[in-house]
């Protein structure tokens, strides 16, 4: 038989043969990267504008990031925590200073850093703020996405991802994403946090109304319950700032950081918080093999490094402010609504028109890479390292699709 399949064909044929179908990825294979743009198999480049679900915010091989970790994987890369290692101290104290914070807790992937974020509420709340055992709750949003563990996705409202994986983790009250009210309502003597996305990525970058991040701060201080802010996506300079906390004026009283604290080449989570919150976890509460480990916190460390300047959070605001005008452009041609903060968009195309995932794929033949969510969305999260230029091109490609 005379073989007429791509490069491409034979391994998306290989990989659905062999893999577990919990991804419908678009049928593209990469094989190299660089900065902003991907190579697949058969030599055609794509401008990446899904950059890692932003795992990937300083670019596909950042020079920086590759050089601290070649470095560190000559050293040494695992020691388990049962040993200090010199990468530890340096690497946390930078990233508490970032945050505002006083002590880190690192973990390796944002699922884990969220059950982390919920044991340390939780034990908060029986040690110091005096809840009954076994009875603590927290309150977290309609639309959420925290992860994929059995208790995360207790307390998640996407059918696709709880159905078929009860019995449920009790202890958790949901209520709509934006209404402060029915926050104030749902807390009662034993909430012990509130466990929020200053910005719902995957629900489509949702931004919540103005002033309802501030006011739900408020609340969680006069009630003494912790305000848990859930930054694995939006955190690290995507929005144009360090935290999205920051562009409402809002400190929360943990950050969940996950995603870009790895630089997009090992997974790398992490808890940021106050001594007094943190004190409550002692030897032997918690733990991972591989968190904390020298070549996440060398890292980890670079990462920290790259955004101590505050060139990438400018970089972020200015080039969003030129994707927004771009996007806002299309909108009457095939785009109904665009919602975006600094390098991340959310657009709502036309359901009339065609479906989000076929708007990815059309977008895909033309060299652009983007996912959909939630039916007719794209979601648009470019490296911060892309080119104006290249938003330009990326925008007419969009248009060209939509019309
Ligand atoms: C991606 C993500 C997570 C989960 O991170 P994983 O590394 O995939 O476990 C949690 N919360 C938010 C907001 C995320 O975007």
């Not at 955190?235 to 700032?241: A, D, F, I, W």
């Not at 990438?312 to 030129?322: D, K, N, S």
Request: aromatic share 6%; proline share 5%.
């Amino acid at each position: 038989m005379i073989e007429t399949q791509t490069l491409s064909q034979q391994q998306i044929q290989l990989a659905e043969q062999v893999t577990a179908h919990n991804y419908h990825p678009l049928p593209v294979v990469i094989e190299s990267a660089e900065g902003a743009w991907v190579t697949d198999v058969d030599g055609r480049r794509y401008l990446d504008c899904l950059a890692g679900y932003s795992a990937l915010n300083f670019g596909h091989g950042h020079p920086v990031l590759v050089a601290a970790a070649r470095e560190q994987i000559e050293r040494v890369t695992l020691t388990s925590r049962a040993f200090h290692t010199d990468k530890l101290g340096p690497f946390c104290r930078d990233l508490a200073a970032l945050a505002g914070m006083e002590v880190v807790l690192p973990m390796n992937t944002g699922a884990e850093a969220v059950e982390t974020a919920i044991k340390v509420s939780r034990k908060w709340g029986y040690d110091v703020k005096g809840v009954a055992a076994d009875q603590a709750n927290i309150i977290v949003f309609d639309g959420n996405f925290h992860g994929r563990t059995t208790t995360i996705v207790s307390f998640s409202t996407d059918p696709v991802a709880r159905d078929g994986f009860g019995p449920f983790t009790p202890g958790f009250r949901i209520v709509p994403y934006g209404d402060v009210a029915a926050v104030e309502a749902a807390i009662d003597a034993n909430t012990v946090a509130v466990l929020i996305e200053p910005i719902q990525g995957e629900a489509g970058v949702l931004i919540p109304p103005a002033g309802f991040l501030k006011a739900v701060r408020d609340v969680c201080t006069r009630e003494n319950v912790l305000f848990v802010a859930d930054e694995i996506q939006s955190g690290l300079g995507r929005t144009g700032s360090t935290f999205a906390c920051e562009l409402e004026g809002v400190v929360p009283d943990m950050y969940i950081l996950g995603k870009a604290l790895g630089g997009g080449i090992v997974p790398v989570s992490a808890l940021v918080s106050s001594r007094a919150i943190m004190g409550v976890i002692r030897p032997g509460n918690h733990g991972s093999t591989f968190g904390g480990n020298p070549l996440a916190c060398a890292i980890g460390h670079a990462v920290v490094a790259l955004l101590e300047t505050g060139e990438y959070q400018a970089r972020a605001a200015a080039l969003g402010e030129h994707l927004r005008k771009n996007l806002e452009a299309l909108i009457g041609h095939g785009v109904v609504a665009v919602r975006s903060r600094g390098l991340w968009a959310g657009v709502d195309v036309d359901p009339n028109l065609m479906t989000g995932r076929e708007v990815c794929e059309r977008l895909m033949a033309r060299g652009v890479l983007v996912k959909d969510t939630h039916g007719s969305t794209i979601r648009l999260a470019p490296p911060i390292v892309v080119e104006e230029s290249d938003l330009d091109w990326m925008t007419e490609q969009l248009k060209a699709v939509l019309v």
